[in-house]
Each structure stands twice: as C-alpha cells, then as structure tokens.
C-alpha cells in the first residue's frame, strides 16, 4: 500500500504570505490530487497532475516523480484560503490513497 | 446538476442501533467509495464498488456493509451501531480510479 506523508499537519500564515504544503509517497503513482476541504464542507478537487507544474489563481502544484514528491503553493495568501488541504495518490486500478491532510489557517 | 448527494446529512445513534446511509451519483460513473474521516487519520476507504453489483472490502470494513443494487446507488449499513463508528462520512463516485467527486458528508455521532 502507498504511504502519502504530508508536512506540516497544522499550518498558521498571516494574510500575505506564501505558503507551501508538502506531500511524499512511497511507492511509484500514476497521478496526484491536491483536494481542499473547508471547515464543516465537502471536499473538492483543486488539481490533479501526474508531471511538472499545475497553476490556477493564486494555487500552484508541483510534482517530481522520481523523488516522489509534491508541493502545493498558495502565494498572497488570504482567511478564505483557510481550510484542510489534502493529497491523495493514484497507483493503477486501486482506489485513491490520501494523506492525513494539512490544516491551514490565515489569519488577517 | 445535483452531483453526489449523501443522505441523511446529520443523525445520532445510540450503540446497538442500526441505520443505512445513501450515496446517489447522477453522472453514470462505474466506481463509488465510502470512506470515514477522523481526526488525525485522513480519509479512510471503508467499502467500494466498481461496478452495479460489485462490492469490495477497504482499509476499514469491519462493523459495515454494503450494496449497490442500483448504478446510481451505494449503500452504508451498520448493522449494530458502536461508540468507535462515529465519524463523518463521505461518498464518492468516479468514472475511473485517477479521480473522485465527493458528497457533503454525513456527521455521525453514536452514544
């Protein structure tokens, strides 16, 4: 089974600053998400990418396969982008793996 | 474009008590999950289904039961509720294994 590690498990910013969440996996994948969850609401999905670079507003996601590791940056961060940020991992036909989550908080 | 919706969003039990959570997807998507959230554990995959008729065991599937009589269905069931179920969970559904839509949630609270 892939182990999805990510650092660190609580995060405090204050408005403005640039953020960046970590994400390792032990084991060879097809794809990863990053996935938003904001207090008390669904999960959805912010990108999903199996090489290089992903970017949409001020959210930026990175992979390096082979050293099987992700990044999800959020630059000029801001309250609204409180939430838990989680990744999950592909590998063939299983199911979605995902790690225990980062908790952010922006403070204004 | 209603997704997929999990029903009900909020119940209490009390331990030994029994009850059936519904996940209903609109997309015509093959595979459905459940998963359970708990602090500092992540999500964790209970039961799933690749197909209509199909189930298969998760990480966690002790206490739980499924069914997917329909392709738009999956079903939860907990036959004898315990203090140790209380979560909150989640449904998903995908037309592959690369992705996932997610419901709201259920919050589940067994006394």
């Known amino acids: 089974k892939n182990e999805v590690e990510q650092s660190p498990q609580n995060l405090t910013a204050q408005e403005g600053e640039f953020i960046t969440i970590n994400c390792s996996y032990s084991?060879?994948?097809?794809?990863l998400h990053w996935l938003q969850q904001h207090p008390g609401g669904g999960i959805v999905s912010l990108f999903m990418?199996?090489?290089g670079k992903k970017k949409h507003g001020r959210l930026i996601a990175t992979i390096n396969i082979q050293e099987k590791h992700s990044s999800l940056h959020i630059t000029a961060s801001h309250p609204r982008d409180s939430a838990v940020y989680i990744c999950?991992?592909?590998?063939?036909?299983?199911?979605?793996?995902f790690g225990k989550g980062t908790r952010l908080s922006v403070i204004a | 474009n209603a997704g997929v919706t999990q029903t009900p969003k909020f119940r209490v039990l009390k331990t030994g008590q029994s009850m059936t959570l519904l996940c209903a997807q609109d997309?015509?998507?093959?595979?459905m999950y459940w998963y359970r959230q708990d602090p500092g554990m992540g999500l964790r995959l209970i039961h799933y289904?690749?197909?209509?008729?199909?189930?298969a065991k998760g990480e966690v599937p002790d206490g739980y039961n499924v069914s997917r009589l329909k392709k738009q269905n999956f079903l939860l069931g907990l036959e004898s509720a315990a203090p140790s179920q209380t979560s909150v969970y989640f449904c998903?559904?995908?037309?592959?294994?690369?992705?996932?839509?997610f419901g709201q949630g259920t919050r589940l609270t067994v006394v």
């Open positions: 998903a559904s995908s037309y592959t294994t690369t992705e996932a839509f």
């Open positions: 289904s690749v197909g209509e008729g199909t189930t």
């Open positions: 999950a991992v592909v590998s063939g036909n299983t199911p979605l793996v």
């Open positions: 084991v060879g994948i097809s794809a």
């Open positions: 990418l199996s090489s």
């Open positions: 997309m015509n998507h093959e595979y």
